[in-house]
C-alpha cells in the first residue's frame, strides 16, 4: 500500500534548505542594484523589473510489462529575469511574441549568494538589451502602422506579496515501483498491444518572486503524475494509441494501487475495443454529443480561450475570437459560465483552479462571463485590451510566474436547461431524424490537448481535438464504436446553436506544471452540426512474426 | 557533410553524451620497445636522423586471447541478457521473412547498457547531480547480399535505432522490444533495398563497385561488467574548490567544473555467430569557462583529463592548478591583441599538431570515405605514393591503453562490428600504405580491420581510435623554435606563429565542398626573431587545404602530446585520441574568428562578499 506523506520541505534530496530570506536578500541586493543604475546612455529606461528563482526537485519512473525501463532524477534551479522600457502605456512587450521575453540563467542548487547575484544581473543585462532593440522595433512599425485607441501595454497595480506554502510531494519512487510494475505486467497477457506502459513522475518546486514593485512573492507545491499509455495496430494496420493520465497535487487523495491496477486493465478494454472497431467510412455533417470528458475537452478547444483576453501582439493581423461583443449573445440564452477561484471544491471533487492572488499579484475574484448566454467580460491579465482595461486577477504564470497570460481558474458552464444523459440523446436523435439521417453520434473521449491548455485560439473557426472513442448511434438508439474520425473546425456562430446541454457535469482538473491548475466543469454537450471525416493515415502492415508475449496465458 | 570533433562534452551544457566506452584493460603501451626519453637528446638546429618515440604493444594481442582462452576453460556463462537477445535473434534471422521481398542476410543486434554519473559545480557550490541507467538496442539489418544490399550508398545512417529496453533481464519483456525494432527496421531495410537498386539502374556506376558487406566474421568474448563506483562525495567537495577558483575573476561569464563518470557493458549478437559482452568505464573530468572582449569576441577554455580508473583522475591540488591555468589563459587573452590574418611558418604544438592530423588526415585514411563518388577522395588512389615528408610515419592503433603513461581515449579491443581491432600503419616514411576499415569493402581491402565504430542507434562505418603521428627525426622542442625563427628570417617575416591550445576543428568531406579544413585554435603567439618574448594574440582561426598543409612540415620535435576528445561524424559521437610531436610547417594560413559582437555587461559585476561562497550543510 502506497500512502501520501505530505508536509513542508525542510530537505531536498539530501540537502537542507537555505532559509527564504537568504535567498530573497541575494534577489533583492542585484535587483535593487539593475533598478537603479541598469540603463545605457541616451537609452530608454526600466520602469518595471522583475526576477524569479525556481528550485524544481523531480523524478520519474517508467514500467513496461513489469520490468523497468527508465528511473531518473533531476534538481535545478534557475532564475528568470524580464523587464520593460518605456512606460506602462508603451513598452517594450506586445510586439512579436505574446510572451513577455525573460531571460534565464541556471545557478546552482547549493545556496551561493555570488552565483545568484551573477545570474541575475547576467540575465538583466541580457534583457535589458533585448527590451531596447524590441522598444525601438515595436516604435518604428506603430509610426508605418499606427493604431487608434491602443489600450496601454500594462496596468498599474499595488501588486500583492503573498506566501503560498504548500505541501509538496514526498512518495518515496521506492514505495512506488512495486506498484507501477505491477501495472505494467498487466499488459503482458495481450499480445495484441504492441507497447505500453506505466509511468509516475512527481516534481515539487518552489519559487520566489521579487519585482520592482515590491511584490515579493513565495510559493511551493508539487505535482504527481501517472501515465498509462497503450497501442497497437487494427487488421487494416492503423496505429492507434491511448491513454489513461492522473495529475495529482500534494493535497489530493492518492489512488490506491487497487486502482492504479484497474486503469491498466480499463485501458486493456478500452484499447482492445478500438482495435476490434469499425474504421468510419463516410463524411458526416450533423449533430454530434460531447459527453463527459470529451466535452471538457470542447470547452478546453473553444470557450475557454476565446474568453480569456490575449491581446495578439501589434504584428500579428488575428483579432479575438469575441473582441468588441460584450452585451451581445454568443452561446443559447440558457447557458451561463463563471470562472470563480474562490471555489475549492465541486460535486465532492477539490478543484485545481483554486487561488486568492494571480502570480502578478493581483487578487482574483468570482467573475461572471456569461449570463443567459449573453457575453459579460473576460479573463483579464494585467495585459490590458480595449474589451478588458483592467485585469481580473486571471494573469497566471505558464512557465513560471514571470511568464503569464490570462487563463481561467474554475471554469464553471452551467445549463438552466436540466436533461439528463438518456434525454440528450432523444434530443440527438430527434435531430438525426429531423435532417434525414440514419444515425448521429456520441464522442465520449478525446486526443484532448492533454494537460495543455490552448490560451490562444484567435481564428474564427475553432478547432476542436479529434475524438479518440466515438459512438456512432443508429435511430433505434444502438451504439457501436467506431475509429479514425476527425471533426472539422466549428465557426464561432456555431457555438450560438448548441442544442442541448446536460448530464454529468464532469469536473476536471487540468495542471500544466506545478503551480498553475485549471478546473473546467460542464454538463454534456449536444451540437447540431459537426462535420466528421476520416482521419488521414497511412496504415503499416502489422508485425510479420507474433509477438514473444503470444503464449499460453495470452487473451485476445 | 561537415564533421566536427570536441574534446569534451558539449560546453555549456548539462546533458551527457552517450558514449561507446570501452574497458581499460591492464594493458600498458610499452614505451621501452624501441622508444626511448625524448629528454635525453641533444639541442641541436640539425632535426635528428633518428628514431622518435615508437609505441609498440607486444602484450596486448596474447593478454586478449589469454582471456578468450581462459573465460572459455572456465566454462564462464554470459549473462541472461545476451541469451535472451540470442534467441529472438534465431527467430528474426530465420523467421521474418516478407512474402514480397527479400529476408535479411544479417541481422546483428548490440545492446548498450550504460550507467553514468554526472557531477557539476560552479562558483563553489554544485549545479549539477544525477545518475542515470539505460539500456539501449541497436539493430543491425541488411537485406540482399553481400555483394549489394540495402546499405549500398550509405544514406541513412540513423536506420539502426531500435530505442530502449528494459533495465531487467526479463525474457518476454526485452524480446517484445528486440520483436517490434526488428520487424519497423526489416521493413526500413526492404523499401531502402528497392531504392538502392532502382537507384544503381539510373545512376552511373560509381568508379568502385566493391561489395556491400565483408565476408562473415565470428568473434566470441565474454568479460563480466566492471561496477561504476565513485567516491561522489569527494568529488563533490573538489568540484566545489576547483570551481570556486573563477570567483577571483568577475570577467569570466560561465564557468564550471564537472566529473563524468561512465560505465558501459556492450552486449552483441549477430546471425554470423559472434557474440560479446564486453564492459568498458571512463572518468571525464573538465574545466569550462568563457569571457567576453570589449570588441564583441567570445572566448572559451577548456581542460579535460580522460581516465579509465577513478584514482587516475587528477587530485585536488592538480584539479585547482587546471582551473587556474584556464582562468588565467581567458584573461590574457581579454587582454591579448587581436591577430591579423597570416601566411607563413608556425609551430603547432603538441595537442595542436596532435587535431590538425585528426582532421586533415585522419578522416581521410576512413575507408568507405574511398568508395562513393560523393567524398573527395583525395588519397584514395595515392597509396604506394609518398604524400607527407619521409621522416613521418602514422598509424592507428585502438589496442593501446596508455602512451607513456598518458591515458589515451580511443581504446577498444573489438569494434562495434564484433572485429578484433588491429593496429594500422597508414603511412610509414610518409608513403601512404592503408586506410582504416569496417565491415564496408572498398577495392583492393574487402576486410575490416577493427574500426567500424558508432553511436548508440547508428550504421557503423570506419572511424580512427588512437591515432598516433610518429617522426623518425626529431629534434629538442626549444629547437624547433629556432627552426621557426631561421625560417621567419628566410622568408622576412616579422613573426612566426605558435599555435598552443585547440578547442577543435572541422574538415569537409564531400565534393560539393571545398576540401578544406578549419583548426580553431585559442592560444596562438606571435614568436619574434628579434628575442622579445612571445606575445599572445586573438581571433584567429587556421584554415587550409589536406593536401598542400601536409607537404609543409619541415621538422618535428620530441615532445610528443596526446590530445583526448570525442569526434562526431556520420556514425555519432566516438571517443579518440591524437597523438602528435610538435611540428614546424613552412607555410600555414589563418584568417579571422567570426566576430559574436555582444556588448559588454553594462553595469559592473556584482562583487563577491565575505559570505559569497556558503555552502549549506549537506543533510542526510
Redesign the interface.
Known sequence: MVHARRAERKILRGHTLEPRENLFSSMKTELERNRKKLHLEEEVKPYYLAVALTDTDSWHMTASLGTLMHRGDLRFRSIQANLRVGSYELDNTGFHSIYPQSQSASVPFEYNDLAIRRGIFFAFDQAYKAAIQMYSQKNAYLRNHPRENMPPDWTRVTPLSVTQVGHSIELSADEWLPVIKEASAVFRKYPAIQSSSVSISASNRMEYLLTSEKQKSFTSDGLLSIIIAASGQAEDGTAIYIDWRMNLTPDDEYPEREKIIKAAHETVSRLSALLDAPKIDENYSGPVIFEGKAAVDFVVATLAPALASNPPPVTWSQKGVFENMIGRMILPPWVDIVDDPGMKSHLGKTLAGNYEVDDEGVRAERLELVKRGRLMGFLASRRPSKDAMSSNGRGRGIFGSLNTVAAPSNFILTSRKKLNRKAMKNELLKLVRKRGLKYGYIVRRSQSFGSFLNLFSDARNLRLPNPIEMYRVDLKGRETLVRGAQLAPIPVSELERIVAMGGGPEVANIRMQPGFGVSIVTPDILVERIEISETPMQPQRKPLLSSPLAGVDSKR | MKKKCLPGTTPGS?SIPIFSVLAAMALFACPGGGGRSASKRESTVQPHHEKGLAFTVPAVEKELEKKIARLRDEGTEPLPLLGIMEK?LR??HE????PKGQPPYYVAYTVDETNNIFLR??????????E???RMLTVDMRVGSRKFDNTRYLERNWGAHGG?????D????I??G???AS?RI??QAIQEFDRVKSKYKTTSKEEDDSDDFSEPVKTVYFEEPIKLELDKEKWREHLRIASAVF?EDPEI?TSWVSLQAASNTRYFVSSEGSRIQIPAIRYQLTVFATTDTEDGMNFNRHEAVYAGKEDDLPGIKELKAMAEKVRDDLRDLRNAPTAEPYEGPAIFHGKAAAVFFHEVFGHRMEGHRQKLRRFDGTFTKRIGERVMPSFLSIYDDPQMTEINGKFLNGHYLVDDEAVRAERVDLVKNGVLKDFLMSRIPIKGRPQSNGHGRRSPGMMAVARQGNLVVDSDRVVDYEDLRKLLLAEVERQNKPYGLLFREVSGGLTFIQRQMPQSFMIHPVMVYKVYPDGRPDELVRGVDLVGTPLLALTQIVAAANDFEVFNGICGAESGWVPVSATAPSLLLQQIETQRKPVPGK?L???P??E??G??????????
Open positions: 548539462l529472438e527467430r528474426t523467421k521474418l521473412r516478407d559545480a560552479t562558483h563553489g557550490s554544485l549545479d549539477g547531480d544525477s542515470n541507467r539505460s530502449a529496453l528494459p533495465l531487467e526479463d525474457e518476454a519483456a524480446r517484445t528486440l520483436w517490434l520487424d526489416y521493413r570567483n561569464t556588448k555587461p553594462i553595469l559585476p556584482p563577491p562578499t559570505e559569497t561562497t556558503k555552502t549549506v550543510q549537506r543533510g542526510k
